[in-house]
DNA sequence: ACGTTTTCCTGAGCGC
DNA sequence: TGCGCTCAGGAAAACG
């Protein structure tokens, strides 16, 4: 489940791979996979045809590339289970490839691959003058916390305004981008935080610790990968990342607490998962 | 307006 | 062997 380190690991990937080079040929293979392109896959196809692939740049889980002189950017989201994957034009096809770029060079091939299409490519215009050519359409993704301009200060406002619960708030990503199940899990008990914590009873020491928490994480499995639980994430090359090893909560019920010892819990929530420490991060008062 | 719920999707795993 | 059920969940639309 792809989430800002997994991304970042496939940015880095992408801009090593594929930013400089021009597109020979686009297939679109499953129109879902372009669904938000509202102009439909032939206007998708036609407008990356003949054009150079920038830099690579990543907003939380949203990846773009701007196309030269166009004032556009191919904007992607991996979802669930998508994959890009660089890979030899003789590799046969994935089972669940739903777009291929071909380049001019006539080297390794671009594949978007995705099993539950959640995922996505789109084709959408930048903020003119903006040197990143950041999409437009994600002009409502707030900034991430491994970003030098996140805002710490308007973050802990924010959630003092929310009515709101603390793990609610992580996953929005209009409030800081980049965080799933998985590093809110990760993040919260790091932070000594129950997922029910309302928002506006969090104190500046608490907030400050919560972001110091989502950070750790995400370096720490940025430094190794990123996270696998099977092969639905991988890096370009199709390697999957360590993390998972390195969990404290996520996924872990009734395995003991690394700091106490106290059984993990896994309580439905949102119709997914909370994992947590009940002695660790004791349940709030009120509600 | 804002917070909450629903919806989209496929394959693995499990009980019977 | 196979059927039906549950689970995994990002984010936008729909709902209240």
Sequence with gaps: MPELPE??????????????????????????????????????????TGRTLGPAHRRGKYLWLPLDGTGCSLLGHLGMSGQLLVQPPEAPDETHLRVRLRFTDGGRELRFVDQRTFGGLTVHP??????????????HIARDPLDPR?????????????????????????????????????????????????????????TVLLLQSVREVMAAALAVGGTSFDSLYVNVNGESGYFSREL????????????????????????????????????????
């Design 7 to 48: 991304v970042e690991v496939v940015r880095r990937g992408l801009e090593r791979w594929v930013s400089g080079r021009a597109i020979a040929e686009v297939q679109v293979l499953h129109p879902r996979a372009v669904r938000r392109h509202l102009a439909g896959p032939v206007d998708f196809a036609a407008r990356l």
């Design 150 to 206: 996140f805002d710490d200060e308007a973050f802990h406002t924010a959630l003092r305004g929310r009515r709101t619960i603390v793990k609610r708030a992580l996953l929005d990503q209009s409030l800081i981008s980049g965080v799933g199940n998985i590093y809110a899990d990760e993040a919260l008990w790091r932070a000594r935080l129950h997922y029910d914590r309302p928002t506006a009873t969090l104190t500046r020491p608490q």
């Design 126 to 139: 930048a903020e003119p003058g903006d040197p990143e050519a950041t999409p437009l359409a994600i002009a």
């Design 248 to 287: 404290d909560a996520y996924g872990r019920r009734d395995e003991p607490c690394r700091r106490c010892g106290t059984p993990i819990r896994r309580d439905p929530w949102m119709n997914r998962s909370s994992y947590f420490c009940p002695h660790c991060q004791r349940r709030p008062r009120l509600r």
